[in-house]
Structure formats: structure tokens, C-alpha cells
Nanobody, 121 residues
Framework: QVRLVESGGGLVQAGGSLRLSCTASGRIFSINVMGWYRQGPGKQRELVASITTGYNTKYADSVKGRFTISRDNAKNTVYLQMNSLKPEDTAVYYC???????????????WGQGTQVTVSS
């Protein structure tokens, strides 16, 4: 079993910053791609940022220059530093990972429970 636990969400004023964390635990051999998605009110879930094992990153155009994704492989943790937050960043943010477990099986699209980010104007 693999568990993803997110933290760091909250209420912040426009222009402020938050740092999200997501830690994976359980029968993990390695973690491949790690990413953050978000789903705003009445919107579809969208990719915010992702990072590969080689530390290649990808960002949604709407967050480029404001958000930074990083990972700590020793801690099985992915972070999302969010700066210059805007009201349109308000959403539930979800962690998403692909892993190889201790049985050498690749498990794709594992999701965390989500953490709420609210940006007030």
C-alpha cells in the first residue's frame, strides 16, 4: 500500500505565498514523476507542475514564474512553492505520483487527498 499525505494549504491574501508538501509512504522502491494538479470551483482538474526523476520540470502557463516544484528523493516528498498568489489560484491542490513498489510493479496516477488553497483579493 502507498499513501500520499499533503500539507501546507490555507488562506492567504493576494500576493502572498504558500508552500505545499506531499510525502509518499509505504511499499515504495522508487518514485518516478511527481506532480501537482488543482481543481478550482466549477473547473476541471488541471496540471499545475510536474518533475521527473531527472529533475526536469513542466509548468502550466498560468503559474510560470510564480510557482516552483521541487522534490527530495530521500524523503519521498514533492514540494510546490507558490508565490505572488492570485485569487484565480484558489483551488484544491492534489499531489500525483507514479511509483515502482517493492514488488517491482509500476503504479501510476496515485492521488493524495487534496489540500485547499484559498487566495483572497
Amino acid at each position: 500500500q502507498v499513501r500520499l499525505v499533503e500539507s501546507g494549504g490555507g488562506l492567504v491574501q493576494a500576493g502572498g505565498s504558500l508552500r505545499l508538501s506531499c510525502t509518499a509512504s509505504g511499499r515504495i522502491f522508487s518514485i518516478n514523476v511527481m506532480g501537482w494538479y488543482r481543481q478550482g470551483p466549477g473547473k476541471q482538474r488541471e496540471l499545475v507542475a510536474s518533475i521527473t526523476t531527472g529533475y526536469n520540470t513542466k509548468y502550466a502557463d498560468s503559474v510560470k514564474g510564480r510557482f516552483t516544484i521541487s522534490r527530495d528523493n530521500a524523503k519521498n516528498t514533492v514540494y510546490l512553492q507558490m508565490n505572488s498568489l492570485k485569487p484565480e489560484d484558489t483551488a484544491v491542490y492534489y499531489c500525483n505520483v507514479d511509483i515502482v513498489n517493492t514488488d517491482w510493479r509500476t503504479l501510476r496516477d496515485l492521488w493524495g487527498q487534496g489540500t485547499q488553497v484559498t487566495v483572497s483579493s
